[in-house]
């Protein structure tokens, strides 16, 4: 199949699903930044520990966990409502909005949601600030998943049959390629937002489980509607 093919057969998918944070606005906004400060924060202040020593913890649970929260409800039976009211209590005037992306999200056929391991106030405000809230028909979020984040089995089959999708007529979009894997497994069509941190690269090496790999999301769902991307990448925001 060629690439303009391969394109054209997705304007069949029934499905889109978004995860969020680095893939609906680029990384280069820099929001995980802040994200990430305040996790080692609210370490620190909760076992009352240095920021240092936070740090070295923080990178410990996401790595045995794979995410911070689940390693400290698992370990230490957190608040995961307040551990996500204080982490995502961030300025997003950073982000801008991208008319290419909403023009290619209006034009996108199927419904669209969001799949994010952060919070619905979260992904709200992003979403808004975006200027793309109203296109999704929902978002299916850390709490929705049980506090079980990507990529664990297990809210990837809460997220079908919740919002009773078909993984044959769906696909998913992330930056982290290791959270393409079980939508595969499942039947989905999958798409990585490529990146270089070794986080978001872990599991391109397996490879198979990813389907089409890009570099701009705003331009490559343009093309796949078939928009004119001569002109109008030139008013992408992102």
């Not at 998918?13 to 944070?21: H, Q, S």
């Not at 296109?135 to 709490?143: K, L, P, Q, Y």
């Not at 890009?214 to 004119?228: K, Y």
Request: aromatic share 8%; glycine share 6%.
């Amino acid at each position: 199949m060629t690439a303009l093919a391969s394109l054209a057969a997705l304007r069949d998918t029934g499905v889109w699903i978004f995860d969020l944070d680095n893939t609906l606005y680029p990384a280069s906004c820099n929001l995980f930044a802040q994200v990430d400060r305040r996790i080692s924060e609210f370490i620190a202040n909760q076992f009352d520990i240095p920021f240092d020593q936070a740090r070295i913890q923080q990178k410990r649970f996401f790595r045995d966990y794979g995410t911070t929260l689940r390693g400290l409800m698992v370990e230490h039976g957190a608040d995961p409502v307040a551990y996500m009211d204080y982490v995502h209590d961030i300025d997003v005037s950073g982000v801008q909005p991208s008319p290419l992306l909403t023009q290619a999200l209006d034009r996108l056929p199927g419904r669209k949601l969001i799949y994010t391991n952060g919070s619905t106030r979260h992904a709200e405000n992003v979403a808004g600030r975006l200027g793309i809230l109203d296109r999704f028909e929902a978002v299916f979020d850390i709490a929705a998943a049980d506090y079980v984040p990507k990529p664990d089995p297990r809210p990837y089959a809460t997220l079908i049959e919740r919002h009773a999708i078909d993984p044959s007529r769906a696909c998913m979009v992330e930056d982290i390629a290791r959270n393409l894997a079980p939508a595969h497994a499942l039947g989905m069509t999958t798409v990585w937002l490529r990146g270089e941190k070794d986080y978001e690269r872990a599991g391109v090496e397996d490879g198979i489980h990813i389907d089409h790999s890009v570099d701009d999301l705003p331009l490559w769902l343009a093309q796949v509607v078939g928009l004119d991307t001569a002109n109008l990448h030139q008013t992408n925001g992102g």
